[in-house]
């Protein structure tokens, strides 16, 4: 099971410019085999096998998209499959049980399901068990039905699965499956699921394993998540590419397990190398994309993020990121007017930021550029909760220690005997460092917001802070520690940005809310070059 994620409580809400307003630095070549990911319209991306050594160069931010870029749910063309079976393939009918069908043929065959409903049983863990290397594929038509009895799909630990061009809908009883998927349960590897309508299921529609491709499916009105990334054997190298990510978390965990931090259109629990491209996330009840705790070399670009009830990205306790290129369109309208004590951000960094001594790209800078936010409740919100850290009670990711000296440092040696003392004190805290937030466009229309978006209901902000550290006793990072540190020592940095409409700004500390000639005045120096546009203006 994945580590329990911190509560959404209000209070634990959690260097030098760079040159050129088309530019950016980029940390490159580090994990491992990213599928789909390769040098192409002047960009550097991971390539290979292995991690290589981190290099500063420049390249243009990708556009952000003016459009959803995967409307994949009403597109019947894209999912359909071929109408007849592949050469070689295993005709499975309605009337077949696809799970017997499977185990008497060997591994590496291809099935192609033929038009209608195809049911597994009456069991709940009746089930389709593959084999290394088979492949489902469905006419136009297929459905593979749970019934609300079966509670999984596809399951077990064969590589190299494929499913694709399916209907599989109805798996697991309403509020089941909890942080568990319907299709690859278990989180196999090498898995590719493609052009599929994962839809209605309980838990997770989709778990995401090692080496998995993820691309152009239809992931809608899942229980509690459209995909879950997690491998008690961790997961690398992973891409989720053109799905339309649609309606999930119907179960509404969050309530039913008290602030869990357990949904999202889709979640990464301690992912080394993800590539996050052209998706459409929308009107998820939850936050849209969730990576929460050591996650790191993340690459999350022109993806279109719409009317989430929370956040549209969260980035929490991880490592090493670009974000870049996005759309965000109002994000946070439900969540944000309950939440005044703590703006609801399109995009929330939480204890997150690059660390040289964490694989993945962006390990010098964490990138947040090229993005364009229009009518979201907040705009960025860089955190750091004082009282979160390896060894910590307030460490709600329980267990869980840092990535940047796991050897020496980690949860069981950050203690109140070692904290005080190097390397302890500058490696227990996971720490949103060297964030550079450039060349976005924020705009803000109040009206279109809603009726009590304003200074004081905390809609239209963005931040860069830090509670006051009061806990536990024995906490090295008491008092304005941490709120100095972000704020002044940690090279996090917003400039060349376009702002448009009524923008306030949360620093240092939760309740400073400043307005442009504080952000932009001393100590705090931000977006001292950034423009100021009226609504309309081009």
């Not at 630990?157 to 309403?174: E, M, R």
């Not at 946070?332 to 694989?359: C, M, Q, W």
């Not at 980690?410 to 227990?428: E, G, S």
Request: aromatic share 10%; hydrophobic share 35%; net charge neutral.
């Amino acid at each position: 099971m994945p580590p329990e994620s911190p509560g959404r409580a209000a209070w634990f809400r959690k260097p030098q410019v760079l040159a050129g307003v088309a530019a950016l630095a980029v940390a490159a070549l580090v994990t491992a085999d990213l599928a789909g990911y390769h040098l192409h319209s002047g960009r550097q991306v991971a390539t290979g096998p292995g991690v290589a050594s981190s290099t500063a160069v420049t390249t243009p931010a990708p556009p952000a998209p003016t459009a959803p870029p995967a409307r994949i749910c009403a597109n019947q063309k894209a999912l359909s499959g071929p109408v007849s079976a592949p050469p070689g393939a295993v005709v499975v009918t309605t009337s077949d049980n696809l799970n017997q069908v499977t185990q008497a043929h060997p591994e590496g065959t291809t099935f192609w399901l033929t038009p209608g409903v195809h049911r597994l049983g009456t069991s709940p863990f009746a089930q389709v068990i593959p084999k290394n290397r088979d492949t489902y594929v469905g006419a136009p038509g297929a459905i593979l039905d749970g019934a609300r009895r079966n509670r999984y799909a596809f399951t077990g630990y064969a590589t190299g699965v494929t499913v694709k061009n399916l209907t599989i809908q109805n798996f697991g009883p309403v509020r089941t499956n909890n942080d568990e998927g319907v299709v690859n349960h278990d989180s196999g590897v090498r898995w590719n699921v493609l052009a599929n309508t994962i839809k209605d299921n309980a838990g997770a529609g989709v778990m995401i394993g090692d080496h998995n491709v993820v691309r152009g499916n239809c992931l809608q009105s899942n229980g509690q998540y459209g995909f879950n990334a997690y491998s008690a054997n961790k997961v690398a190298g992973i891409t989720v590419e053109g799905n339309e990510i649609t309606g999930n978390n119907t179960d509404d965990w969050e309530k039913l397990k008290g602030g869990c931090g357990c949904t999202g259109g889709g979640k990464f629990w301690e992912v080394t190398g993800a590539v996050v491209r052209a998706n459409w996330v929308h009107d998820n009840h939850s936050p849209g994309l969730w990576a929460d705790t050591n996650n790191t070399g993340f690459v999350i670009e022109g993806n279109y993020l719409s009317g989430n009830l929370a956040e549209g990205i969260i980035y929490e306790t991880s490592y090493n990121a670009g974000i870049r290129g996005n759309t965000f369109v109002r994000n946070g309208l439900g969540k944000g007017p309950a939440n005044h004590g703590f703006p609801t951000p399109a995009l929330y960094i939480s204890e997150s930021g690059s660390d040289s001594r964490v694989p993945g790209v962006f390990n010098q800078t964490f990138e947040i550029s090229g993005n364009v936010f229009t009518d979201n409740w907040a705009g960025v919100i860089l955190w750091e909760n004082a009282d979160r850290f390896a060894g910590s009670a307030a460490n709600t990711s329980t267990g869980v220690g840092t990535l940047v000296n796991p050897s020496v440092v980690n949860a069981k040696t950050c203690t109140a005997a070692t904290i005080r003392d190097q390397p302890y004190l500058r490696d227990c805290r996971w720490k949103t460092q060297n964030v550079r937030v450039h060349d976005n466009v924020f705009s803000l229309s109040p009206d279109k917001v809603s009726p009590i978006c304003g200074f004081s209901s905390g809609c239209g902000f963005n931040g860069l802070f830090s509670n006051w550290g009061t806990y536990p006793t024995w906490s090295p990072y008491q008092k304005a520690v941490v709120q100095d540190a972000i704020t002044y020592h940690q090279a996090n940095r917003f400039f060349n940005n376009t702002y448009a409409g009524p923008w306030n700004f949360i620093v240092h500390e939760q309740g400073n809310r400043v307005n442009w000639a504080a952000w932009q005045g001393a100590p705090y120096g931000q977006d001292q070059d950034s423009v100021v546009k009226v609504l309309g203006e081009r």
